[in-house]
């Protein structure tokens, strides 16, 4: 089929959107048309070309929520109808990763989908019979996706689809760092660091855990009201003196758990220094910079602070991700704040200007029904 999407044909230039090919789902494959999609760093960072692993040409977008068309071979977990959420970290149920409990990282098809291709080694998108690489397994900058039955999450229909899009990334992945990664303990007081979507969601995720304190630091006024509207108790300007006080703030000893949600390795190591003695927890979810190194005095370690990363929130994303958007119909989180901008799919790179003119948390692009 001709399906309208958003290309990156060169790297550093915009993003084309024009007319490409979709071919049909191969046995365990699902035809999905998208209803909405967010616009993430992580698209803006292959378009730049600063990722050294990306590709071209190739569809981006990752953040997509839709309805399943049609279903290849062998696919029984979805069917025509069905609302999902994309998932660039797929659950398979199978690997040694999806059996056990600690981690999300599914081994299945990870080599394929880092090269731009279905698990088969294939692409179903081309253009004058030339291949299209999928993007992160997801390439939801389209009217349509072909994408693995085991990287989608099937969701309650009565979820709107273009709220619905944000728990694709990073919603979930701040919601996850707090309750599956850090495992936050009722009454602990918690610091955020960087209240973008992911850190906005780990204010979020230390609110549904039951911390007593939840510290939220970053530059921007307008991100820190954004950050009490997610049940942050306290707002820091982010600076080289917050360590101080954040250490300050807890009676000289630091935070139980605290969060870094910017990317920035100064700040990760900050998330650490006031992560508290004994048993200080600091959960790292930015994506640094190539080569770049996080430094960490080893005196904190030794005197009981923790470190751990965490991709998705290690979300299992086909059992998690539809629970997370039950707790939003629940009224427990309140996703609306944090889409600013409704786009069409033509207008994508004005997604990127918003972005980097920090100009509201998300920009949604909504596809004609
Ligand atoms: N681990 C994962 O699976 C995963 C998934 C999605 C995104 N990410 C990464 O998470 C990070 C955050 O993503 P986002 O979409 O929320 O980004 P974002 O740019 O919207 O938010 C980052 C925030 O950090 C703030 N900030 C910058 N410098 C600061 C400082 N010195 N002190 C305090 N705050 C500071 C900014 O003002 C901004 O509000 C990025 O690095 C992104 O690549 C990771
Ligand atoms: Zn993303
Ligand atoms: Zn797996």
């Keep these: 089929m001709r399906i309208k999407a958003a290309v990156l044909e060169e790297f550093g230039a915009p993003l084309r959107v024009g007319e490409i090919d979709l071919a049909e789902p191969k046995p365990g494959e699902v035809l999905v048309r998208l209803a ?8 803006l960072y292959t378009a730049s070309g600063a990722d050294p692993s990306g590709y071209a040409p190739t569809v981006l977008g990752h953040e997509g929520a839709g309805i399943v068309e049609r279903v290849g071979d062998g696919v029984a977990s979805v069917a025509p109808g069905d609302h999902v959420v994309t998932l660039f970290s797929p659950q398979c149920r199978e690997c040694i990763h999806c059996l056990d409990p600690r981690t999300n990282l599914c081994l299945a098809i990870r080599e394929q989908q880092n090269l731009g291709f279905l698990p088969d080694g294939t692409t179903r998108l081309s253009r004058d019979g030339e291949p299209v690489r999928h993007f992160m397994g997801t390439s939801t900058f389209a009217e349509y996706t072909v994408m693995p039955e085991i990287a989608l999450a099937k969701i309650n229909p009565e979820a709107p689809l273009d709220h ?32 973008g979507l992911v850190g906005l969601g780990a204010v979020a995720g230390c609110r549904l855990q039951g911390a007593e304190r939840i510290i939220a630091v970053d530059l921007s006024p307008d991100r820190l009201d954004l950050a009490r509207g997610q049940g942050a108790t306290e707002l820091l300007t982010g600076g080289p003196d917050v360590v101080q006080q954040i250490v300050q703030l807890t009676g000289g000893f630091g935070a ?18 006031s992560a508290r003695m004994g048993w200080g927890l600091a959960t790292v979810c930015g994506v640094a910079g190539k080569g770049e190194t996080l430094d960490i005095v080893p005196r904190f370690l030794i ?3 923790r470190v751990a990363g965490s991709s998705f929130g290690g979300v299992k994303g086909r059992d998690g991700v539809p629970l997370l958007v039950e707790r939003w119909l629940g009224g427990e989180i309140d996703v609306a704040p944090l889409i600013s901008h409704r786009l069409t799919l033509v207008e994508v790179n004005r997604g990127f200007e918003l972005m980097e003119a920090q100009d509201g948390i998300r920009s949604v692009i909504v596809f004609d029904s």
């Design 36 to 43: 909405a999609c967010g616009v993430c760093h992580t698209d």
């Design 164 to 195: 619905a899009c944000v728990f694709a990334c990073g919603l979930s992945t701040g919601l996850g760092a707090a309750i599956n990664t850090a495992k936050v303990a009722p009454g602990s007081t918690c610091v955020v660091f960087g209240a």
């Design 256 to 273: 139980d758990y605290t969060f870094e949600a910017t990317g920035n390795v100064a700040v990760m190591r900050q998330a650490v220094e």
């Design 303 to 305: 005197t009981g602070r």
